[in-house]
DNA sequence: TAGTCTCATCGACAGCCATCAATGTGCAGG
DNA sequence: CCTGCACATTGATGGCTGTCGATGAGACTA
């Protein structure tokens, strides 16, 4: 099983093209948005992602002091993050390296009724 | 104790001002803003505000249905979506109406690095 | 090959959460 | 008052989650 997941997420981008505040959300894809706000329902993952967009990219090892949590915990972290479509990793050698996902933020912007 | 509450949510608008793309985010910051999104972290809860988003206002007892959850349940996510300060109550004889806060929301928007 | 470094996974624990039946509270009409 | 209705609260339960120590999987170096 790879590093790179996001399965069940794929479909995200295709449902979703109105604001919640158009018309009512069917339960479909209200099953597919909600773990992706969830994975950002935690403070840890809140200042990850922040840090992670703020250097634009940024290794593993640079979490774990920052955010003042055990290695376990940041790959735990960085995995909700990743499954959610939110970051993407890339190995390069020993390091593991991440980034954000753009287009995964612009949709959840036009979700809360941006223009 | 009043069923309008949101108490230590209101330094919220204060707090980050500027997107979670720009400046890694503070604890402080972290700390205020993962509980409004985790309470956009359910899907019942997505629904729930996007039918009293689509409605305008909406009665309790009207959320009952299309949501297919029990009275007590609707209760406790409108209560947790009052705490987020993402929606208000307000009492009319027996009946409880609600609305969406657009202020929250657009503050979300800007937290996501809209312009 | 052995050693070391980075990261992922496992196992366990404590705390939180969504859900509902039962009950309580407040409002309106008779 | 008393009854009925809308909603809030309580208590219980099953499941999920954040956390970390211990261990495993790769990758680089000597």
Known sequence: MPARLA???DRLDELCC???TDAPL???EAAVLAPVLA???DPVRLRLLSL??????ICSCHLEKPLGKSQPTIS???RVLAEAGLIVGERRG???WWTVVPDRLALLRRLLGGA
């Open 7 to 9: 399965q069940p997420l």
């Open 18 to 20: 109105s604001p919640l």
């Open 26 to 28: 069917s339960p479909t």
């Open 39 to 41: 994975a950002l329902g």
């Open 52 to 57: 992670v967009a703020a250097r634009g990219e």
């Open 76 to 78: 735990h972290h960085t």
């Open 94 to 96: 020993k390091w593991m």
